[in-house]
């Protein structure tokens, strides 16, 4: 077991410094850039943030559809051949809100401002 | 480059003395764009180079390579479409490499600008109609007088598409989704093949507080169902944020269709929506192999890597095109 701060912690501790005390310091190409970086590490603290419980909560469904047990990767792969091969399709119980509980769960850590996505999110929580 | 340009300047641009002011404005291995000015007795003239500099002359499989785009821009030009004049295509003579000078048309591209700034406040809600009458003038231009392109269909843009999902190796159910319903709803070949732009939306176009001043980048022009470009226009991702405006975020298809049909030419709804899709897919598809350049070298920029977690945008996307939820 290792030893404390987490990674998170450590991740949102360098992205406020660079946030906070660097990026009011330079411009142009290099600002553009630092805000790349920026985004990065909040990228990368949102995923350790969120991806252990979105994943056991997707492989759950997985196992439920595919009525088999694997990996997220392994239970994925199941579930794209039977798609391509047209046995499972939005007609397949349970599919359609699969792929949207995934989708939403991939844009919570990729792209959590991105428009279409928040208004589903709106939906989500029935306001 | 300014003294390149300068020596051959007088024989493509009459009475011109020199050039000044060039500066690089983008480049990938391949292709680079730079602007600068021409100097002339009367005041100088803005110009811009596209060109693939020697030794990178082979153009990727898709691009249509510079000589066409070059030619295409100018048949844009003289039917009066917003284009900008070409002034010279390069030769050997120039030592430049493979490529065209071009007018600089003044205007904005950045599509964030275009939908928020208040000096394109009027031009906005025209914007969407006057799009579909260009392109409809594009789906026009004479076929006589097009350069050799590659002719592309819904079937091959399916395969090509297929191929570079698996390619990634990487399981994405929705994609697989969007894949099975493209090849149960490929409407076949269109009644009328034409000449179709490949990558018109906010990015590729010059906007100015009159409206539509320029059609750029013409590198993926082909051949095929001109509903294409109508389907490529909508795509979520150009919308910057107005998700409720389909057309670039600038207004309705009701309003694109207007105008494209207004122009004389008729617009296929059903084929607009088949290529909407495709679109979304193709953009998510392009941000996944901007990821596999980022991890294969030499780009290893961060803005690369990041596009990469850019595909799951258009996976949002898709399921709203496919799999609508009660609202």
Redesign the interface.
Known sequence: MQDEPTPIELTRAVADFLRGDIAPMISGHNAF?LR??I??LD?VTRQLTLEEASDAKEVERLASLLGMKGSV?EL??V??QR??K?EF??STTGL?EH??Q???D??AI??PN????R??LA?DKGT | MEEKLSRRVGSWYRGATGVVAAEKLSGGASQETWRFDIVHPEGNFGAILRRAPDGHGAAPSRAAGLNAEARLMQLAFDASLPSPRVLHVLTPEDDLGVGFIMQRVDGETIARKILREVEFADARPRLARELGGVLAGIHSLPGTQLPELRRMTAAKELDESERDYRNLNWPKPVFELALRWLRDHDPGPPMEATLVHGDFRNGNLVIGPDGVRAVLDWELAHLGDPMEDLGWLCVNSWRFGEIDKPVGGFGSREELFAGYEAAGRRVDPTRVMFWEVMGTLRWGLMCGGMMQRFREGPDHSMERAMIGRRASETEVDLLGLLARRGS
């Open positions: 850039k790349v970086a985004n990065i990228l990767m994925n792969r579930l794209a798609i391509a047209g399709d939005l359609a792929l949207w995934t989708t939403m991939k844009l990729d792209q991105y428009a279409s996505y208004r589903e939906r």
